[in-house]
């Protein structure tokens, strides 16, 4: 290799406070800078407390490999609940239960990891002023890390035209234990906190990458979806100075999501402090922040797996400042951050097997009234017999189908219709059915070296899908940037409620066409929607 070639290919990124390089290309033309640390160490005292800025270290920091993980109870995944009975229903005590190996052992987690990711085109300056992409991943507020996701795809996707970064948070009861004490004496959210200040970061440091700090694009799946639905409703909508011109979010997860002193909340911090042996202390907050990390890991999985079957523990809450309501009232009043435009997808099965647990629903002769019951533990019974009245009316007379379009709509699907209406004309909406159309199905089909390749590898569906949302980041419209063989011209969804359908027939032949919401669905969001004071949507 030349000497030219090397220089062209290592590049230097002066932070002020770090100075890191990187020759490292995942893919030809792109260079990645790995494990940079935007943040300072938030352990022992300084759990539960809003982020800091790193300290200054001097020389050069090497930026070639991935950071380790946040500590979490589950890899991908994390620990969805597994109980047949919603204990806030019954009022039921949390009952501690072995939870497996000590994850203290696991030598690809740390407390310390709030560190992101910056793919960036090679021949990219600080003059580039290129658009930006920042990936918050997925994983129930519970799992994931940013080396599970490639962001530099979308480098490449882009045809070297944008900026891509990923970002690690705390996760779990790290992240999201609320309660009193917590207000009081730390942060809450501090999970959100993290993302948060690395868009910040991104405002601050970007450019020195090629990146334009006013053309910033927020993109999530799942939980990771979910943080961007926050991130829309942030301050009510009116984050200053903004942070991010665009949202995208494929299946945006949106949980239960009570007051930080809610009594479910408050039983959620009584819980961990009781298996961290910390209930007796003078000062619970610091008992716990005295306790081994491990600890906290095992009582996160402990107490999620408490929980009804499906749903995450430790989730957003509304704050009273970060979040000053309920996501629902935010998004109904048309306040929301990155105004600029929305591309919200769905995918057609959201609530099937990772949610809604047929083989168990049939072995314990669940009806749709119990299900329902459970899963909303604060539904009225009326509230109960209207919503079993809407599903049972859906085509299967089976309560594990019936079951999993109501997980399915009421935490993903209509939190989407919800988001695209308060966009206005700068939102559309796509649905991806692509069979079995199962939740994060769709991961496979954003990026193109996702670990699990997709089932369907049609070049012209793969083209249409993946340049929609790139279109979205560069040129805040679906119909602008590039227009794939096979892609109509996208409407917004508030006309005529049109959105883009991406299917195969049973031929494998692509069929991606625009269609209308059907009256049905509207009707039953529209009922979500009334009684989300009492599902703390």
């Given at each position: ?14 932070l ?51 950071p ?67 990936y ?21 996707l ?19 234990l ?27 440091h ?30 009510g ?13 494929n ?7 009570y ?8 039983t ?83 609530g ?54 109501v ?78 063989s ?52």
């Open positions: 290799m030349t000497a030219l070639a090397l220089e062209l290919k290592l590049k230097v990124a002066d002020g406070y770090a100075t890191y390089q990187s020759d490292l290309s995942l893919q030809d033309g792109v260079t990645s800078f790995l494990g940079i640390r935007y943040a300072a160490p938030l352990t022992g005292n300084l759990r539960w407390r809003a982020p800091q800025l790193p300290s200054h270290v001097s020389g050069i920091q090497n930026a070639t490999q991935a380790l993980q946040c500590f979490q109870s589950g890899a991908l995944t994390g620990t969805a609940g597994t109980a047949l009975i919603n204990r806030f229903r019954t009022n039921s005590n949390f009952s501690q239960v072995s939870s497996g190996p000590d994850p203290a052992l696991d030598a690809t987690s740390t407390e310390d990891c709030l560190f992101l990711n910056v793919h960036t085109p090679t021949f990219a300056t600080e003059h580039s002023r290129l658009p930006v992409i920042v918050l991943h997925g994983g129930g507020y519970d799992a994931g890390n940013i080396s599970l996701y490639p962001t530099q795809d979308f480098v490449t882009s045809r070297l035209g944008v900026v891509a970064v990923s970002v690690q948070y705390r996760l779990g009861a790290f992240g999201f609320a309660g009193e004490e917590v207000k009081e004496g730390g942060n809450l959210n501090v999970g959100l906190l993290d993302q948060n200040f690395a868009l910040q970061w991104v405002q601050k970007i450019s020195v990458f090629g990146g334009d700090p006013n053309a910033v694009t927020i993109w999530g799946q799942s939980a990771g979806a979910g943080a961007v639905l926050q991130h829309v409703v942030a301050h909508g009116n984050t200053q100075p903004p942070l991010f011109r665009a949202a995208l979010a299946s945006p997860y949106l949980p239960f999501q007051a930080y002193n809610d009594p479910i909340t408050e959620l911090f009584d819980d961990v402090a009781s298996f961290a042996r910390c209930d007796q202390a003078p000062n619970r907050l610091d008992c716990l922040r005295s306790v081994d990390p491990s600890i906290l890991t095992n009582a996160d999985t402990a107490i999620g797996s408490a929980s009804f079957m499906g749903t995450y523990t430790f989730v957003p809450v509304v704050d009273g400042s970060f979040i000053v309501e309920r996501p629902s009232i935010t998004l109904n009043g048309h306040r929301r951050n990155g105004r600029d435009s929305l591309l919200v997808t769905t995918n057609s099965a959201e099937a097997s990772f949610f809604v647990f047929p083989d168990i629903l049939v072995a314990n002769n669940f009806t749709l009234t119990q299900y329902i019951t459970q899963l909303f533990p604060r539904l009225s019974e009326q509230q109960v017999r209207t919503a079993v009245s809407s599903y049972s009316k859906l085509a299967s007379s089976s309560v594990s189908d019936q079951a999993t379009k997980m399915g709509e009421a935490i993903f699907t209509c939190p989407a219709y919800w988001m695209a209406a308060a966009f206005g004309k700068t939102g559309w909406k796509a649905e991806f059915a692509i069979p079995p159309g199962l939740h994060a199905e769709d991961l496979s089909y954003d990026f193109f070296t996702f670990a699990i390749p997709p089932t369907f590898t049609n070049a012209a569906f793969l083209d249409a899908w993946r340049q929609s949302f790139i279109s979205i980041a560069i040129s805040l419209d679906p119909n602008i940037h590039s227009q794939p096979l892609l109509p011209i996208w409407a917004d969804w508030v006309h005529e409620h049109t959105e883009m359908m991406f299917n195969k027939t049973e031929d494998d032949v692509p069929v991606v066409n625009t269609a209308h919401t059907g009256s049905d669905v509207l009707d039953r969001c529209a009922f979500w929607d009334s009684v989300a004071g009492v599902t703390a949507q």
